[in-house]
């Protein structure tokens, strides 16, 4: 599977952004999907991950809340829905697909295929 990441752009503190991630090629109702961020000079944070069925979502502590992960299998693809952004969600998001476990889904290792990332940029 392909991934393709868009709805990235310069939003101000308190607005909503909808990030979603497009798949081409193999079944992506297959895969475990996720959304990761980096900041300049920072190491690749993960933010959300869903199973393949859209059944189970997980979430870092530091976006519980304000975003959400939502799937469809039907259209391929995956979105990230950001409300109440804040300057230090500025980043490059990405989506992945993988096969992670309960445990792993929170590391880069879990996943097997990345997007290009799109740029977030939240001014104060």
């Known amino acids: 599977v392909q991934l393709q990441a868009s709805g990235g752009g310069l939003v101000q503190a308190g607005d909503s952004l909808r990030l979603s991630c497009a798949a081409s090629?193999?079944?992506?109702?297959?895969?475990?999907m996720g959304w990761f961020r980096q900041a300049p000079g920072k190491g690749r944070e993960f933010l959300a991950a869903?199973?393949?069925?859209?059944?189970?979502?997980y979430y870092a502590d530091s976006v519980k809340g304000r975003f959400t992960i939502s799937r469809d299998n039907t259209k391929n693809t995956v979105s990230l829905q950001m409300n109440s952004l804040k300057p230090e969600d500025t980043a490059v998001y990405y989506c992945?697909?993988?096969?992670?476990?309960?445990?792993?889904?929170?590391?880069?290792?879990?996943?097997?295929?990345w997007g290009q990332g799109t740029q977030v940029t939240v001014s104060s």
């Open positions: 992945a697909a993988g096969f992670p476990n309960s445990v792993s889904y929170r590391y880069t290792a879990g996943y097997r295929i």
């Open positions: 090629g193999q079944p992506f109702s297959a895969y475990v």
């Open positions: 869903i199973k393949q069925d859209g059944s189970t979502t």
